[in-house]
């Protein structure tokens, strides 16, 4: 979207744009490269709109463009594309080209991040300078508002808005989204334009232009005059307050790193308000991130920890004052405030989102890793001598300031991964993976002693910190005592723990401590449910050794199992034995790390344990989960729910529909159950009334009918079912089953029989009397004897 200036057709555009539907994509590439280099910037600016629309797609995802996301290497254009797209290639050096020219492209604000367009349509100025001095006023009034960017930032909003836009999975392709020609170049962008050794190489074109300010504090209310296009910045000051951006070359060239970053930062992380958060409120249009999006920045995450670890030594040990930037270069000063100040507070903000919305599957896995790979920036330092496992990776001494100035991270987010956890199923392996990589990283030596440090800085009281604090910053000399450069150290330190705080939670914050009482019981409870989850995961497990030993070789005649309720065809991998394995050895090291980090003593947990065995030995697995009864039947509770999830009880399901109409299962003749089923419906039909009459009588003869005309031990089961009165009263009915006689296992016994029979010299018509009368003498001893055997 250019400029809203008059301007003469382009020829150039409309052949380009007959081509896109003709030629392949290899052709239409080679003819832009030389369109690129040979025409100038007046011609290439009224292609470029188009050229990146149809590479990243529209903003609105009607236009799919090139498909960046669903491209994988295996693809014969795979290369083509990213050959065109590298930092160093033509579409870049077009951006660059009109860089050096005074072209503007506009954005319209619905496409901004939400909290950013709520800023600007209430006038305020937004948080992120990038969007300073660059709004657009249309002629038509204040309904169509837009930003104006340079050929730079319109290329990269384009390229970051590319991840969040809804888009259908093109048919026929399917690979891992960190494989996709995306997530490449976006690691290619990030190694390019944020470099972890030597500097970000300069553009081919000359540009005086191009600058992005430091973040700042917001202004409480501004007018939309104060930063219109044509207004003079309220921030002239660069990131590193120069006099001038143009008097320092290396100055100059960095503010396309800092654009990309900030790019990146608003795009993808930027789309819930600090505001809303503190006051428990959520936006209108909640944004919801894909699992694609998640990794993605957690590859920003992992690159913004390398490139600030690679700060030299002697310029991280430098205070941060600004006597210290005339000696050290801008991308170094970039360095060491790119994770704090761009991208700590708006990254809380997503995963806290995240972890309270995201669905209580394996998917987690990708949100956990991302917060996970934030709090453990010593991964990422490039120092790869005497590598150690990270169960004995002690955390250095250096990093204590970066627990300390993001305490929120581990704690709060512990404690909400906490009530995550107790509400997930770990009998999955999968979900027991994930509780273990929490526990096995908070229990790395010397990070949980800087976490309760940080917390004892943060509950640190006002009154004492004041008493502290000295008069003036004397040298013993001057009068000055020699402890007051060690309480200068504790007063910033408390301050800026303090600052964090106050700045993501708000001033009137009731913060909980990660090692206080009540997360401690919160982590006991956690431990409680790891335990049973153990217990279950092998109760499972034995249970599926026993079905797979008593399998036999009669399965092949339908001799098997025949309860249909207890078999699962579509049962998930993780419920097979050798997951469950893996269940009980993740959850076991996680009890273990846990004790380590919360220093548990280990024979109270063993206590627990075992008492928790003896509850599962005495029956308690057996028992329903917590419900109460209705007129529709049982309704859980949500203690009923917490125990299904967690495997710790269950309903006894079975079949509830008429048990005539169950589906015909392989071990029975479709054409006697139809034929079997129309004989006892025409007798039931008939009989229904004097078989009621009979089986209602309290003598023997009724109990006798009971025995033949009622199924009590189903009826028993399903009194263990949720289900209605209704259809409970209606499986009590009495009625003639002949269904059993079309099972081939019956069959096979009454051949067997008549075969048996006729070798005693016995006829069909003998063989059949006496086998009811076998039947007959059966029911009668059960029928006499039934009470006894209830009793025993």
């Given amino acids: 979207m250019a400029n809203p200036t008059l301007q003469q057709p382009s020829f150039l555009l409309a052949n380009l ?46 236009i799919a463009g090139w498909n960046l996301r669903f491209l994988h290497s295996r693809s014969n254009e795979y290369n083509i594309v990213m050959d065109f797209l590298n ?14 020219e005074e072209y503007k492209y506009e954005i319209p604000i619905n496409y901004l991040p939400g909290p950013v367009k709520a800023c600007i349509q209430e006038g305020v100025l937004p948080d992120c300078p990038l969007f300073h001095n660059k709004l657009q006023f249309p002629l038509s009034g204040l309904l169509t508002l837009n930003i104006a960017f340079n050929p730079f930032e319109f290329f990269m909003f384009n390229f970051a808005y590319c991840l969040i836009t809804p888009k259908n999975y093109p048919p026929g392709q399917y690979g891992s989204s960190t494989d996709s020609a995306y997530f490449v170049l976006v690691d290619t962008y990030l190694k390019y334009f944020l470099p972890t050794e030597g500097s970000v190489p300069p553009s081919p074109f000359s540009d005086s232009r191009g600058s992005v300010s430091a973040p700042s504090p917001r202004s409480s209310s501004v007018s939309f005059a104060s930063y219109g ?103 170094e000063e970039f360095k060491r405030v790119v994770v704090q100040r761009f991208v700590q507070q708006k990254l809380y903000l997503f995963l806290q989102h995240c972890f309270g919305h995201w669905p209580l599957d394996a998917s987690f896995r990708a949100v956990l890793e991302t917060w996970l790979s934030y709090i453990q920036p010593w991964r990422y330092t490039g120092e790869k001598a005497n590598p150690q496992p990270d169960q004995n990776r002690t955390v250095p001494e250096k990093w204590e300031s970066f627990v300390h100035e993001n305490l929120l991270m581990y704690t709060k987010l512990f404690q909400v991964f906490l009530n995550r956890a107790v509400r997930t199923d770990l009998v999955n392996a999968k979900n027991a993976l994930m509780v273990f990589r929490v526990a096995k990283v908070f229990a790395q030596p010397n990070l949980a002693e800087m976490i309760q440090k940080g917390e004892q800085l943060f509950l640190e009281p006002e009154h004492v910190l004041h008493h502290r604090q000295p008069r003036g910053y004397l040298t013993p000399g001057q009068g000055g005592s020699y402890l007051s450069s060690r309480q200068r150290v504790v007063t910033d330190m408390v301050f800026k723990v303090k600052s964090h705080v106050y700045g ?7 913060y909980k401590q990660m090692f206080g009482t009540e997360l401690r019981g919160a982590v006991m409870k956690l431990i409680q449910i790891i335990a049973q989850a153990r217990q279950t995961a092998k109760r499972i497990s034995d249970h599926s050794s026993e079905v797979a030993a008593n399998k036999s070789f009669l399965s092949w005649f339908g001799l098997g199992a025949s309860d249909l309720n207890n078999s699962f065809p579509g049962a998930e991998p993780e419920e097979t034995g050798e997951y469950l394995k893996k269940t009980h050895e993740f959850l076991d090291r996680a009890l273990e790390n846990l004790c380590q980090i919360f220093k548990l003593n280990q024979g109270q947990l063993n206590q627990l344990i075992s008492n928790l065995g003896s509850l599962e030995d005495d029956g308690n697995s057996k028992q329903l989960p917590d419900c109460v ?27 509830q529909g008429d048990p005539e ?25 008939r009989f229904g009334r004097h078989m009621n009459a009979l089986c209602s009588r309290p003598d023997f003869l009724g109990r006798l009918s009971r025995h033949y005309l009622t199924n009590l031990d189903s009826t028993t089961k399903l009194k263990h079912s949720p289900m209605s009165r209704r259809m409970l009263e209606r499986s ?22 008549y075969v048996f029979g006729s070798l005693l010299s016995l006829g069909p018509i ?27």
């Fill in 17 to 62: 744009k007959a081509d896109a539907t003709t030629k392949p994509l290899l052709q239409r590439c080679q003819d832009l490269v030389k369109i690129i280099d040979e025409y100038p910037a007046k011609e290439l600016h009224l292609i470029f709109p188009w050229l990146v629309e149809s590479v990243f797609g529209s903003l609105d995802g009607v």
């Fill in 661 to 685: 109409l169950q589906p015909i299962r392989s071990y029975e003749n479709a054409l006697l159950v139809r034929l079997f089923y129309r004989i006892s419906s025409l007798i039931n039909e």
């Fill in 766 to 792: 003998s063989s059949t009397v006496l086998l009811l009368a076998g039947g007959f003498l059966y029911g009668l001893l059960m029928t006499l004897f039934a009470d006894k055997l209830k009793t025993h």
């Fill in 229 to 331: 296009i044509h207004s003079p910045s309220l921030l002239k000051h660069h990131i590193f307050h120069q006099p001038s951006v143009n008097a320092d070359p290396a100055a100059q060239e960095i503010w396309r790193s800092e654009t990309l970053l900030q790019m990146f930062v608003e795009i993808w992380l930027h789309h819930y308000s600090l505001e809303m958060y503190q006051k428990l409120q959520s936006p209108q249009e909640p944004f919801s991130p894909t699992e694609e999006h998640v990794l993605v920045v957690r590859l920003l995450v992992k690159h913004l920890h390398a490139f600030s670890n690679s700060l030299k030594p002697e310029q991280l040990s430098s205070s941060p004052s600004a006597h210290s930037h005339t000696h050290t270069s801008p991308l």
């Fill in 87 to 100: 930092p160093s290639g033509p579409m870049m050096k077009l951006v660059y080209k009109l860089q050096a």
């Fill in 504 to 510: 993501l939670e708000g001033q009137d914050c009731q």
């Fill in 629 to 655: 009864q209705s007129e529709n039947g049982l309704i859980l509770t949500d203690l009923g729910r917490r125990q299904i999830i967690n495997g710790l009880r269950r309903f006894d399901i079975h079949y």
């Fill in 732 to 753: 009590q009915r009495p009625r003639l089953s002949l269904r059993p006689l079309a099972s081939y296992r019956t069959i096979l016994l009454l051949l067997l029989f």
